[in-house]
Nanobody
């Protein structure tokens, strides 16, 4: 089992920044990659960003590319999501997830709320 705990969400004005953190514990050796997803009210959960646990090759959705940066600190078993130039449409619950070698995101955090006011 892998446990994931997110933090760093909050209320910010449009144009502002936030940094989300996700700490992994448990069987972290089984993690192949980490991803961030978000779900806005009334919408389906969508992919935001992903980073391999061992190789720095981040992927981003088109909606956040150039504004968000995903990074990791393996020594701390932590993945970050730096969010700049935030827009009201970025408002959502943000979840981190751990991906195994099967490609499936097997483990999910509880989510952290990000609210961007206009």
């Amino acid at each position: 089992q892998v446990q994931l705990v997110e933090s760093g969400g909050g209320l910010v004005q449009a144009g502002g920044s936030l940094r989300l953190s996700c700490v992994a514990s448990g069987r972290t050796f089984s993690i192949y990659a980490m991803g961030w997803f978000r779900q806005a009210p009334g919408k389906e959960r969508e992919f935001v960003a992903r980073i391999s646990w061992r190789v720095t090759n981040p992927n981003y959705s088109d909606s956040v590319k150039g504004r968000f940066t995903i990074s990791r600190d393996n020594a701390k078993n932590t993945v970050y999501l730096q969010m700049n130039s935030l827009k009201p449409e970025d408002t959502a619950v943000y979840y981190c997830a751990a991906q195994g070698t099967t490609g499936i995101y097997d483990y999910w955090g509880q989510g952290t709320q990000v609210t961007v006011s206009s």
